[in-house]
């Protein structure tokens, strides 16, 4: 069995110990196509979390997550 690091320690909480709902979303995105043809793209997010209990209810919780974020071109594609 792996250790539990403090940085990811959030992740088994979140999946294990408690009920946790996320909602992000995105409220702007711009892409620069570079010099070398790649894009660069900056987008601003609004992440929010929530911790469910049954007795307390619905909270919302500090966000302080890695978040996988994904980008695909016009086609559809991840580049």
Same mark, same amino acid.
């Given at each position: 069995?792996? %250790?539990?690091?403090? !940085? $990811?320690?959030?992740?088994?909480?979140?999946?294990?110990?408690? +009920?946790?709902?996320?909602?992000?979303? #995105?409220?702007?995105?711009?892409?620069?196509?570079?010099?070398?043809?790649?894009? %660069?793209?900056?987008? !601003? $997010?609004?992440?929010?979390?929530?911790?469910?209990?049954?007795? +307390?209810?619905?909270?919302?919780?500090? #966000?302080?997550?890695?978040?996988?974020?994904?980008?695909?071109?016009?086609?559809?594609?991840?580049?």
């Amino acid at each position: 069995m792996s %250790q539990r690091t403090p !940085e $990811l320690g959030y992740l088994i909480d979140d999946l294990f110990m408690s +009920i946790t709902f996320c909602k992000n979303q #995105v409220a702007s995105a711009q892409a620069f196509r570079r010099s070398d043809g790649k894009y %660069q793209v900056c987008l !601003e $997010l609004i992440a929010t979390k929530f911790r469910g209990t049954p007795e +307390i209810g619905e909270e919302e919780v500090p #966000v302080d997550d890695y978040i996988d974020i994904g980008v695909k071109d016009a086609s559809g594609s991840y580049q």
